[in-house]
C-alpha cells in the first residue's frame, strides 16, 4: 500500500509523456490510432493521478507517519476534515493538488469533445499533456509527497521509520474557510490551461474560424469564477484569521492571484469582439498566453519565495523550474505566434469613438494597465536589485494610486458598455438609454454630499454604483416589460424568462452587478475607524456609536492551547447591544500564538476586535477595535458574482429551435444575425448581447 | 480626426495619467532593504531612506524603555541599535534570538527608530529550506494567501 501512490504517481508522468510524444507523432504522421491512444493516454494521466491522491490522503486519514509529508502537517487529533485539507499544507501536497485539478481539467476537456474537432483536439492534448509533463515531473523527481521517513539502524542499514504522531497542521490552517479556498484558487490557476491549450492548438493547428474561442469562452468562465471564489475566500480568511482589520494588503502572495483573474476578466470582454466583429484576434490569442504564464508565474511567486515579501522569508530552489518553464512556454508561445501570425488577421477596423467595440477596447487597456501595475509593483524588488542593485519595494500608496482610478474607470465602463452599440452609437440612442440611470446616480451623489460623505474616490464609486445598477436594473425592466406585455405574464417572471433566453448577457449583468457590490463595499475603505487602548477591568474604549466595556480578562485553557482571552460588553445609545470574546491563543504543539477576532458584522459595518497582547511598557491587556463600514457587502457581493457566473454558463432556453445555426457563423461581418429568438429584443439591436 | 487616432490619443491620456500616478505612489512607498553590514556604508541621501532591515535580536538586549522598546539586532557579526516606537504590541513571536526585521529610517545617532517590527520564532515552521518535511514557513501559508504576524 505505502508504495501505491509515488507507483501510480510514477505511471501518471509515463502516461503523460507518451500523451505528448504519441500525440506529436500522431500529428505528424496523420495515423489515427495514434492520436486515439495519445488521446486515451490523456485521459489515463487523470485517473492516476487521482489514485495518487487518494493514496496520500489514505496515509493522512490512517495517521501513516512514516510519511514525511503527513507526519510534518497531520497529527492524530487533528479533526478528519482538517487531515483532508493538509493534502495541501505544504509544498509537495499543493503540486500535487495542481497536478490532480489540471489532470481533471484536462479529462473532461478531452473527454467531452472526443468525437468533435478532429482537426483541433490533437493539438490541445498535446498542449494539455505537456503542462502536465512538467507538473509531474516535480511532483515525481523534485517535491515527491510520498517521501518516507527513514533512520540508519544499528547496524547501519537504512530502515523507514515513523514518528509516533505528527508535528500538526499550522494553526493558521485551522479554519474552515482553508479547506476550500486553496482548491479554489487551484481551480481558477489550473483552469485557465485548458483555454490556452486551445487557443495555443488552434494557432498551431491553424484551426479555420472563431471555434475555439466558443469552445474556451465556456472554460474561461469556469476557470475566472473559481479564480475569483479563491480570491474571495483568501481575502475573507485574511480579514477573520489574521486579526490586522483589513482583507487586502498588496502582498506579494495576494497580487499573484489577481494577475491572472485581470487579465482573464479583459479575455472574457475582448473576445466578444473577436465573435462578432472578427476582430483583435492577436490580442485575445495573447490575453489567453498571458494568462496562462500568469498563473504559472503566481504559483512561481507562491511557492519559490523569490519576492520576499515582509512575511515571507521562504526560500525553496523549486523557483528555478518554474522560471524555466515559464521561459520555454514563452518562447513556444512567439514560435507559434510568428509562424502563424497571418492565421490572426483582424476583419474589421474600428468604426467610432462611441461603440461597443471602443468600450471594449478601453476596458482591456485599462485592464492591462492595472495588470502591468500591479505586475511591476509585485516584481519591482527584484527589477531593481537587478538594475540598480538595490532592492526597493513598494507599498500599497503606489498598488492604490493607480489601481483605484482603474477601478472606478472600469465601474463607469461597466454601465456604459452593454449599452452601446455595436459599431457606432447615435446621440439619441445615448441620451435614451443613460438620461434615467445618470441622474439617478448624480442624485445619489449630491444627497451622499449633503450628509457630510467627503472622500472624492468613495463619492464617485457612489455615484458610479448607483449609476450602473439603474442601467442594469432598467435593462432587465425593459426586457421584461416587452415579454410580459406580450406573453401576459407578470413583470418577476418575465424577468425570469428573459433571463433564461438569453443568459449570457444577464447572467453578465448580474455579475457586473455583484462587482458593483464589492466596489461599495470597498469604497467604505476611507471611513474605517480604529481605536487602541490599554485596558483594565471596568473601562471603556469608545469607537463610532459604541462603547466597549470591559468586564473580565481570564486564561482559558486546554490539551491543545492556551489562552487569554477579554469579556467585552458592548453598549451602543447607553443601551447593552451584545459580548464579544476576543482571544489569543498560543498553540502548545506548534508554539505559534494566534489570534481569535471577535467579529459582529452587520450590513452597514463590522465591529471588529482584536486582543492585541499586553503592552510593552505596562503589561496591560491591549485591546484594538476596528470599525470597518460595509465590509460584508464585498462577501455579498462575491456570492452575486459567482450566481452570475452561474448563470451566464447555462445554455439559453429555446436557443437550439432558434439560433444554433446563426451562432455557428455567427462572426465577422454578420453581426446583425446574433441577436436574441425574442423579436421584441431584437428590435434594439443597438444592445443585443 | 480619423477614429484610430482619437482612439490613440484617448489611451495616450489614459496612460499618461497612469504613469504618473504611479510614480507619486512610488516616490511615497518605496522602502530600502539594506543588510546591517550596508548600512555602514550608506552616506548621504541614502541615509534618510524609507528602509528595511532585518537580522536577529542579540540575547538580552530588549529592553522596556517609555515610549520606546530598545534592542539590537544582529546580523553577520554586525550589530545595530534599533528603538521601536510604534504604537502597535510587539508580535508574541518577538524575543530573544527571533529573526526580525524592522521598517523605518536611521537617526542621527546611528539607532535605527523602527516603527514596525515583523518578528519569526524559532520554532518548528523554522524549517531550513528544502527540508523534505516541506513546512510551511510562517507568514507565508502553503496556498497562496499571505499570513501577516500577528501584529503587525
Same mark, same amino acid.
Given at each position: 500500500m505505502d508504495i501505491l501512490g509515488s507507483f501510480s504517481l510514477l505511471l501518471a508522468f509515463l502516461a503523460a509523456v507518451y500523451a505528448m510524444g504519441a500525440g506529436i507523432a500522431g500529428i505528424v504522421t496523420r495515423k489515427t490510432l495514434l492520436t486515439k491512444s495519445a488521446r486515451n493516454a490523456g485521459m489515463a494521466v487523470f485517473v492516476l493521478v487521482t489514485l495518487?491522491?487518494?493514496?496520500?490522503?489514505?496515509?493522512?486519514?490512517?495517521?501513516? #507517519?512514516?510519511?514525511?509529508? +503527513?507526519?510534518?502537517?497531520?497529527?492524530?487529533?487533528?479533526?478528519?476534515?482538517?487531515?483532508?485539507?493538509?493534502?495541501?499544507? %505544504?509544498?509537495?501536497?499543493? !503540486?500535487?493538488?495542481?497536478?490532480?485539478?489540471?489532470?481533471?481539467?484536462?479529462?473532461?476537456?478531452?473527454?467531452?469533445?472526443?468525437?468533435?474537432?478532429?482537426?483541433?483536439?490533437?493539438?490541445?492534448?498535446?498542449?494539455?499533456?505537456?503542462?502536465?509533463?512538467?507538473?509531474?515531473? !516535480?511532483?515525481?523527481?523534485?517535491?515527491?509527497? #510520498?517521501?518516507?521517513?527513514?533512520?540508519?539502524?544499528?547496524?547501519?542499514?537504512?530502515?523507514?521509520?515513523? *514518528?509516533?504522531?505528527?508535528?500538526?497542521?499550522?494553526?493558521?490552517?485551522?479554519?474552515?474557510?482553508?479547506?476550500?479556498?486553496?482548491?479554489?484558487?487551484?481551480?481558477?490557476?489550473? %483552469?485557465?490551461?485548458?483555454?490556452?491549450?486551445?487557443? &495555443?492548438?488552434? *494557432?498551431?493547428?491553424?484551426?479555420?474560424?472563431?471555434?475555439?474561442?466558443?469552445?474556451?469562452?465556456?472554460?474561461?468562465?469556469?476557470?475566472?469564477?473559481?479564480?475569483?471564489?479563491?480570491?474571495?475566500?483568501?481575502?475573507?480568511?485574511a480579514y477573520a484569521v489574521l486579526g490586522w482589520g483589513g482583507y487586502w494588503a498588496w502582498d506579494p502572495v495576494e497580487n499573484a492571484s489577481l494577475l491572472p483573474w485581470?487579465?482573464?476578466?479583459?479575455? !472574457?470582454?475582448?473576445?466578444?469582439?473577436?465573435?462578432?466583429? %472578427?476582430?483583435?484576434?492577436?490580442?485575445?490569442?495573447?490575453?489567453?498566453?498571458?494568462?496562462?504564464?500568469?498563473?504559472?508565474?503566481?504559483?512561481?511567486?507562491?511557492?519559490?519565495?523569490?519576492?520576499?515579501?515582509?512575511?515571507?522569508?521562504?526560500?525553496?530552489?523549486?523557483?528555478?523550474?518554474?522560471?524555466?518553464?515559464?521561459? &520555454?512556454?514563452?518562447?513556444?508561445?512567439?514560435?507559434?505566434?510568428?509562424?502563424?501570425? =497571418?492565421?490572426? $488577421?483582424?476583419d474589421n477596423q474600428l468604426d467610432s469613438l462611441v461603440s461597443r467595440e471602443s468600450s471594449f477596447l478601453f476596458n482591456n487597456l485599462i485592464l492591462l494597465a492595472a495588470c502591468f501595475a500591479v505586475l511591476w509593483g509585485t516584481l519591482f524588488p527584484v527589477l531593481s536589485e537587478w538594475v540598480v542593485g538595490n532592492k526597493i519595494s513598494v507599498g500599497p500608496p503606489f498598488f492604490n494610486k493607480v489601481n483605484i482610478p482603474i477601478a472606478l474607470f472600469l465601474l463607469l465602463l461597466t454601465g456604459v458598455g452593454p449599452l452601446l452599440a455595436w459599431r457606432k452609437t447615435s446621440f439619441d440612442a445615448l441620451k435614451r438609454n443613460f438620461a434615467w440611470p445618470l441622474s439617478g446616480g448624480v442624485l445619489a451623489g449630491v444627497i451622499a454630499l449633503v450628509f457630510g460623505f467627503r472622500d472624492i474616490y468613495s463619492l464617485i464609486c457612489l455615484i458610479l454604483g448607483v449609476f450602473v445598477t439603474l442601467t442594469i436594473f432598467s435593462e432587465f425592466f425593459r426586457g421584461a416589460r416587452v415579454i410580459a406585455g406580450r406573453d401576459g405574464s407578470n413583470l418577476i417572471s418575465a424577468v425570469g424568462e428573459l433571463t433564461m433566453r438569453n443568459t449570457r448577457r444577464y447572467g453578465g449583468y448580474v455579475v457586473h452587478f455583484g462587482m458593483v457590490l464589492i466596489f461599495i463595499g470597498?469604497?467604505?475603505?476611507?471611513?474605517?475607524?480604529?481605536?487602541?487602548?490599554?485596558?483594565?477591568?471596568?473601562?471603556?474604549?469608545?469607537?463610532?456609536?459604541?462603547?466597549?466595556l470591559c468586564q473580565n480578562f481570564d486564561r482559558v485553557q486546554n490539551g491543545n492551547y492556551d489562552s487569554e482571552r477579554a469579556t467585552l460588553e458592548v453598549f451602543r445609545n447607553g443601551k447593552s447591544e451584545m459580548m464579544l470574546y476576543p482571544e489569543r491563543r498560543f498553540f502548545l504543539a506548534s508554539q505559534v500564538t494566534e489570534t481569535m477576532v471577535a467579529v459582529q458584522s452587520s450590513p452597514l459595518r463590522d465591529l471588529y476586535i482584536v486582543y492585541a497582547g499586553r503592552s510593552p511598557e505596562t503589561g496591560q491587556p491591549v485591546i484594538h477595535a476596528y470599525l470597518n463600514p460595509l465590509v460584508k457587502w464585498i462577501w455579498f457581493g462575491g456570492i452575486v458574482v459567482v450566481l452570475g457566473t452561474g448563470l451566464a454558463l447555462l445554455s439559453n432556453r429555446r436557443a437550439a429551435l432558434v439560433f444554433r445555426p446563426v451562432t455557428e457563423q455567427a462572426w465577422g461581418d454578420r453581426l446583425p444575425a446574433r441577436v436574441s429568438p425574442v423579436g421584441a429584443i431584437a428590435q434594439r439591436g443597438d444592445a443585443n448581447d | 480626426m480619423k477614429v484610430r487616432s482619437k482612439f490613440l490619443v484617448g489611451s495616450g491620456i489614459i496612460v499618461i495619467t497612469l504613469i504618473s500616478l504611479a510614480y507619486l505612489g512610488f516616490t511615497q512607498?518605496?522602502?530600502?532593504?539594506?543588510?546591517?553590514?550596508?548600512?555602514?556604508?550608506?552616506?548621504?541621501?541614502?541615509? $534618510?531612506?524609507?528602509?528595511?532591515?532585518?537580522?536577529?535580536?542579540?540575547?538580552?538586549?530588549?529592553?522596556?524603555?517609555?515610549?520606546? +522598546?530598545?534592542?539590537?539586532?544582529?546580523?553577520?557579526?554586525?550589530?545595530?541599535?534599533?528603538?521601536?516606537?510604534?504604537?502597535?504590541? *510587539?508580535?508574541?513571536?518577538?524575543? =530573544?534570538?527571533?529573526?526580525?526585521?524592522?521598517?523605518?529610517?536611521?537617526?542621527?545617532?546611528? $539607532?535605527?527608530?523602527?516603527?514596525?517590527?515583523?518578528?519569526?520564532?524559532?520554532?518548528?515552521?523554522?524549517?531550513?529550506?528544502?527540508?523534505?518535511?516541506?513546512?510551511?514557513?510562517?507568514?507565508?501559508?502553503?496556498?497562496?494567501?499571505?499570513?501577516?504576524?500577528?501584529?503587525?
Open positions: 495518487a491522491v487518494a493514496c496520500l490522503e489514505y496515509y493522512f486519514f490512517t495517521d501513516n #507517519f512514516s510519511m514525511a509529508y +503527513v507526519a510534518a502537517h497531520s497529527n492524530r487529533a487533528l479533526p478528519f476534515y482538517y487531515k483532508f485539507a493538509a493534502l495541501w499544507a %505544504g509544498q509537495e501536497g499543493s !503540486l500535487l493538488l495542481w497536478t490532480w485539478l489540471l489532470s481533471t481539467y484536462a479529462f473532461f476537456a478531452i473527454f467531452i469533445n472526443r468525437n468533435k474537432h478532429p482537426e483541433l483536439m490533437p493539438y490541445v492534448g498535446v498542449v494539455l499533456a505537456s503542462v502536465q509533463t512538467f507538473f509531474l515531473t !516535480l511532483n515525481n523527481f523534485v517535491a515527491s509527497p #510520498f517521501a518516507v521517513l527513514a533512520g540508519a539502524d544499528p547496524s547501519g542499514v537504512m530502515r523507514v521509520s515513523a *514518528l509516533s504522531d505528527g508535528h500538526g497542521l499550522n494553526p493558521l490552517l485551522q479554519y474552515p474557510e482553508m479547506v476550500i479556498h486553496p482548491p479554489m484558487l487551484y481551480l481558477g490557476y489550473t %483552469g485557465f490551461t485548458v483555454p490556452f491549450a486551445f487557443a &495555443l492548438g488552434a *494557432l498551431l493547428g491553424r484551426y479555420p474560424g472563431e471555434k475555439w474561442i466558443h469552445i474556451t469562452r465556456r472554460w474561461t468562465m469556469i476557470a475566472w469564477c473559481f479564480q475569483s471564489i479563491g480570491i474571495l475566500l483568501g481575502a475573507h480568511w485581470i487579465t482573464g476578466t479583459a479575455f !472574457l470582454h475582448s473576445v466578444m469582439m473577436q465573435e462578432k466583429r %472578427g476582430m483583435m484576434k492577436v490580442w485575445n490569442i495573447w490575453l489567453v498566453f498571458t494568462t496562462f504564464m500568469l498563473c504559472i508565474l503566481g504559483t512561481l511567486l507562491t511557492r519559490s519565495g523569490i519576492v520576499s515579501s515582509v512575511h515571507a522569508f521562504a526560500q525553496s530552489s523549486i523557483g528555478n523550474w518554474f522560471v524555466g518553464f515559464l521561459a &520555454l512556454v514563452f518562447i513556444v508561445c512567439c514560435a507559434s505566434y510568428w509562424k502563424n501570425r =497571418d492565421y490572426l $488577421r483582424s470597498i469604497a467604505g475603505v476611507p471611513f474605517n475607524k480604529d481605536v487602541q487602548k490599554e485596558m483594565s477591568i471596568g473601562q471603556t474604549l469608545n469607537i463610532g456609536p459604541y462603547s466597549i | 512607498s518605496k522602502t530600502y532593504y539594506h543588510t546591517i553590514t550596508e548600512l555602514s556604508t550608506l552616506q548621504g541621501t541614502s541615509l $534618510r531612506q524609507r528602509m528595511r532591515v532585518s537580522g536577529n535580536v542579540k540575547i538580552g538586549t530588549i529592553a522596556h524603555v517609555p515610549g520606546s +522598546v530598545d534592542f539590537v539586532l544582529t546580523e553577520q557579526g554586525k550589530d545595530l541599535r534599533v528603538s521601536y516606537v510604534g504604537r502597535d504590541p *510587539l508580535p508574541d513571536t518577538f524575543k =530573544d534570538g527571533a529573526q526580525a526585521l524592522v521598517e523605518g529610517k536611521m537617526m542621527p545617532d546611528n $539607532r535605527f527608530e523602527a516603527e514596525q517590527v515583523q518578528a519569526k520564532c524559532a520554532s518548528k515552521y523554522e524549517a531550513a529550506p528544502n527540508q523534505t518535511s516541506g513546512s510551511p514557513q510562517p507568514g507565508q501559508t502553503s496556498n497562496g494567501v499571505d499570513a501577516r504576524p500577528a501584529g503587525s
